[in-house]
């Protein structure tokens, strides 16, 4: 009956490099949601997986980023040629259906040297 | 969405109640109000939501007033373990809307023994 959960739990990475953040949503459940935060910042929506339907990627901040959601059940977050101001903590989200309330995942922390 | 006003931080005695106020003055008739917290390090932690009515859980007591306009969460035997960020968050379903929370700074509780 686990929670949402992600890993790995801290990535360390150089400038350039691509990463790859997975995340596992509680079973069942359909949404999926990645969020990020920076430093000291607020949480910033970056990418919302519903079903079948096509995914909002209305908060993805450039087109390095990119992320997949296979099977209806696992999402990977990838981020092309990291960017120092890529640094944060990469948070997943899922619930039963886009208005129910969402559970986060304990985050992945990035930082990018 | 509505935004939401709370105070940056408060301070609360172990054992007493902590009364978390939020203003959400614009909020409209189909949008709910969602309290999460975030203690360090971890990722937002769900709290409780209501619409109009005040709600009560195991963890929280949630009090809105009748306009609507605020709200106020409660915890009602602050410990230590009580000490995060708490969002007041308003929310609205459906697909059109996106179905991504939105975080504001929050308030930083502070329980002190």
């Known amino acids: 009956g686990a929670g949402v959960s992600q890993s790995p739990s801290n990535k360390v990475t150089e400038k350039g490099k691509d990463v790859e953040l997975r995340c596992d949503p509680i079973s069942g459940h359909t949404a999926l949601y990645w969020y990020r935060q920076s430093l000291g910042q607020g949480l910033e929506f970056l990418i919302y997986f519903q079903g079948n339907s096509a995914p909002d990627k209305s908060g993805l901040p450039s087109d390095r980023f990119s992320a997949e959601r296979t099977g209806g059940s696992v999402s990977t977050l990838t981020i092309q040629r990291t960017q120092q101001e890529d640094s944060a903590v990469y948070l997943c989200a899922s619930n039963t259906r886009g208005g129910d309330t969402q559970y986060f995942g304990p985050g992945t922390r990035l930082t990018v040297l | 969405d509505a935004k939401t006003t709370q105070p940056p931080s408060m301070d609360c005695a172990e054992g007493r109640a902590a009364n978390l106020p939020c203003n959400h003055s614009?909020?409209?008739?189909?949008?709910?109000v969602y309290w999460y917290r975030q203690i360090h390090s971890q990722g937002p932690q769900y709290i409780i939501h209501?619409?109009?009515n005040n709600e009560t859980n195991e963890m929280a007591s949630l009090i809105i007033t009748e306009d609507r306009k605020s709200s106020t969460l409660i915890l009602p035997h602050a410990t230590l373990r009580d000490t995060a960020v708490y969002y007041c968050i308003v929310f609205r379903w459906g697909m059109e809307y996106g179905n991504k929370l939105v975080f504001g700074a929050g308030t930083i509780l502070r329980v002190k023994s």
């Open positions: 209501g619409l109009k």
């Open positions: 614009t909020i409209s008739g189909n949008e709910y």
